[in-house]
Each structure stands twice: as structure tokens, then as C-alpha cells.
């Protein structure tokens, strides 16, 4: 289909990771903020001010990933202004999706709720993100937090370790995910019945989809080691684990008998051979010995020693990379994203989940607070007398909001 037009209430990163891939594939992404709450408070996306200075006091580091491809405005949406507006934009603009990732307790208060909106556009697709869903509507969505409640933390780090964060905001991600395939799945649905659609995302719900491999096992009589931290070793699959070399380390993984006969067919690896760990059984009984008698090899060899056997019999595996040499893979240095900031400079950007044949691959760069307002309602249909009522009502902010509150 033709790229379509996506109006989100969005912050922090759940939905803006979602409509960043819309924006990918040259749909038109709205991002509607909140105006200034108090004299001296700074508007908007709070993301807008985490990080190092990018472009100015409103565009740093953490703010410009997820943002790209996007334009902003600034509504107070606790005035009937503000809401009036935001109806307006959706039936005037033609808007294919509206998304929220604030609290559902706030939606109808706000004239977000899908009631209110599905009649301003019957058509509409309305996705929502929240912590718990609508059933749970004051509960806050924070990566971290629904992390330890879904057993993220305690499945990951080390055996006799603390619980860990992984490195990547993982239920973020999922729950952005969700979105852009709920999406999608509501407009092939609208391309048959005609109606709009309400997609609700528990974070939660979402994160927990994933434990595919450990909760199943609770039913199953599994032992207390199936499903707690297991550092980086396989609970199932065994040798699968990071080892050390003279040099790094190397992550080599053993998926089958086949591969076990591979390993111990390499000269240096032949000592750890067993006739009972020539099943994955009998290695699953031994895999703390397996784990330290692999590690005695390879710990005598430089990771380049060790990839060279790996490779030569065809074993699966891997030098554990740093982000820079990530970027700089033949597999994903040719497919990464750009932009570039005011002066010019070109940025990178992570690539596109999937390919897609006419996606953009140099997207603009994130737009300063409140850029568009004035612009967006314009094509709504409001005049300069509209703009400046509004404005004085404070239903309404530019990038000037910003100016001030960070002059104050």
C-alpha cells in the first residue's frame, strides 16, 4: 500500500521505536508532544535531554535514533483547544493510525481513548503501549521494571551472580514490535471490512510471549537450574558457551552430535572426548567439566587460532565484537541507516530490521521541539488569527517553548 500518515502521542522509546520503522518505509510520522507543564520546565519527549549535545539543548544523543524521519508538534491536550486540535489534525490530514504510549488511565481525560477518536475517523487504527494493558490503567511501562517482572533479570548473568539487565532495552523493543506488525495486521484488516481497529500492548504480556524456553518448563518438573541465570552457556545445547581466549574470547556453539564429532575431530580438541559425551545427554551430565576442559584449549590460543579450526570444520561461531566492529561487518556496514545533522555531518544509524524495496535509508534528521505546529495545523485548516489564539490559550507550543525554558 501507499505510505500512509501516523499521528503518535509518543516518548522514551517503546512507540518511537515503532513508528520509526513506519518512517522507514516513508510513511509520514507525526509526534505529538505535551506543552510546557510550569515556567521553566522542559517540554516534551523527556528522551529529548538524555544524552551527550547532539545538535542543541533539545536534540542529544538518546533523543536522535528513534526519532529520524519525523515531524513535531506541541499540544496541550488538557484544554479542549488541544483536543480539538488533535481531532482536527486526524480528520482533516486523512490519518491512517493513531499511537499513545501514555498511561490508559489518562486516555479518555486526554481525548485519546479509542471510543473518542473511532468516531472523529471511524477508520482509524489506534495502538496503544502501556505497562500492563488497559486492566492495569496506572501502571507505569519501564523497560527496566517489567524486565525483573518477567523474569528477564533472573534468567540472565552469571549462575552465582546478581540478576541482570540485558544490554539492549529488550521489552522496549518487543513492545514496539508488536505495534508495527498489530498495525499492520489492522490495515489489511480495514482493506476488507472498512473499520478502524484498537490494538492494546501489554509490555508485560509481551515480554513474557518470549520465555518460549524456560516457562514451559515449569509444567515439564524441571529443576531449579532450567530456568535461572546461565551465564552464557546453553541450558540445553551443550558445549554452547563464550570461552576465553589468549587474546578475547569466542563464542562456540554445539547444537547437535554431529557438531561434538566435529569439534573432537580437531587435533587440539581431541582430549575432551568421552565415550558418554558423544550424546548431548550424556554432555548435558558433564557440562560443567566440558565447559572448563573447552576453556583449557582455547585459553592456550589466540580467538584467530580458534576460528581458524571452527571454520575449517564448519562449527558455528563467533569473536565476541564491540559495537564499533559491529558497524563495520561486510554483513551490516552496507546496510546501515543515516542521517545528518544541521552542520552537515553525516551520522550513522542502525539498519532496518527487514529490507523493503523503496524504504529510506537517509532519513532527516530529528526534529527540534515543536517544529511543526504551526505547519501541521495550517493543513488542518487553522489560520494565523487560529495560531495565535491558541497559542495565547496555551493549547499549543513551538520550539520558542523550549528557547525559554532553557533560557530560564
Known sequence: MEPGIILSMEQAL????????????????????????????????????????VADEGRRSYFIGPNLGKEAIALNLKSAEGQEALHRIIRELKVDVFCCN??????????????????????LIWAGISAMGPDHPNAAGYDPIIQAMAGYMEITGELNGPPMLSGVPLVDLKAGDEVYAGVWQGLAERAMSGRGKRIDVSMLQAAASWLITVLPLVDFGCEDWEITRAGNEHRKFVPTNAYPTRDGAVLIAIGSDALWRRLCAIPKF????????????????????????????????????????MTAARIPHAPILTI????????????????????????????????????????AFPPRYGEHTDAVLREAGYGDGDLAALRAAGAIAGPEALDGAHAG
Open 14 to 53: 517503546s512507540m518511537t521505536y515503532a513508528t520509526l520503522r513506519f518512517a522507514q518505509l516513508g510513511w509520514r510520522v507525526i509526534k505529538v508532544e505535551a506543552t510546557p507543564t510550569r515556567p521553566g520546565a522542559l517540554p516534551g519527549d523527556p528522551n529529548r535531554y538524555i544524552g551527550s549535545v
Open 102 to 123: 501514555t498511561l490508559p488511565a489518562r486516555y479518555a481525560d486526554l481525548g485519546i481513548d479509542y471510543e473518542t477518536l473511532s468516531v472523529v475517523k471511524p477508520d
Open 270 to 309: 581431541a582430549a575432551v572426548d568421552a565415550e558418554a559425551r558423544r550424546v548431548n545427554a550424556g554432555r548435558l551430565k558433564e557440562r560443567a567439566q566440558i565447559h572448563a576442559d573447552i576453556a583449557a584449549v582455547t585459553g592456550a590460543h589466540t580467538t584467530g587460532e580458534i576460528a581458524t579450526d
Open 324 to 363: 564499533p566492529q559491529v558497524m563495520a561487518l561486510d554483513a551490516v556496514a552496507g546496510k546501515l541507516t543515516r542521517t545528518h545533522d544541521p552542520a552537515g555531518k553525516a551520522i550513522r544509524m542502525p539498519p532496518m530490521a527487514v529490507d523493503a524495496e523503496g524504504a529510506r535509508h537517509d532519513l
